[in-house]
Nanobody, 124 residues
Framework: QVQLVESGGGLVQAGGSLRLSCAAS????????MGWLRQAPGKGREFVAT????????YYADSVKGRFTISRDNAKNTVYLQMNSLKPEDTAVYYC?????????????????WGHGTQVTVSS
């Protein structure tokens, strides 16, 4: 079955950096767009970043543009999220997701598979 396993979350001070990874199995990774979404306490799930099947196209939420970078390695079946200049408002559970749509995917409802999430906490 399809599995998406996130790692790399943790506690960091404001201004710091973290790199999230998501290892995929059970699917043809290069046939899926990938995305990162997050959910803060008491809030709905929010789109963060997405990358198309080849890695040639990306799209970011305005709140993270210029600070976060999404990338993928199709040989390793892994997608990454490099997060720099972290702010307390970035605190959330971060989820990796896969979509059969090959292009970038900005809507949570268009993702077919989800990971269990990794906690990111940014202290002020």
């Amino acid at each position: 079955q399809v599995q998406l396993v996130e790692s790399g979350g943790g506690l960091v001070q404001a201004g710091g950096s973290l790199r999230l990874s998501c290892a995929a199995s059970g699917l043809t990774f290069s046939s899926y767009a990938m995305g990162w979404l997050r959910q803060a306490p008491g809030k709905g799930r929010e789109f963060v970043a997405t990358i198309n099947w080849s890695g040639g196209s990306t799209y970011y939420a305005d709140s993270v543009k210029g600070r976060f970078t999404i990338s993928r390695d199709n040989a390793k079946n892994t997608v990454y999220l490099q997060m720099n200049s972290l702010k307390p408002e970035d605190t959330a559970v971060y989820y990796c997701a896969a979509s059969r749509i090959l292009s970038t995917v900005r809507t949570s409802g268009e993702y077919d598979y989800w990971g269990h999430g990794t906690q990111v906490t940014v202290s002020s």
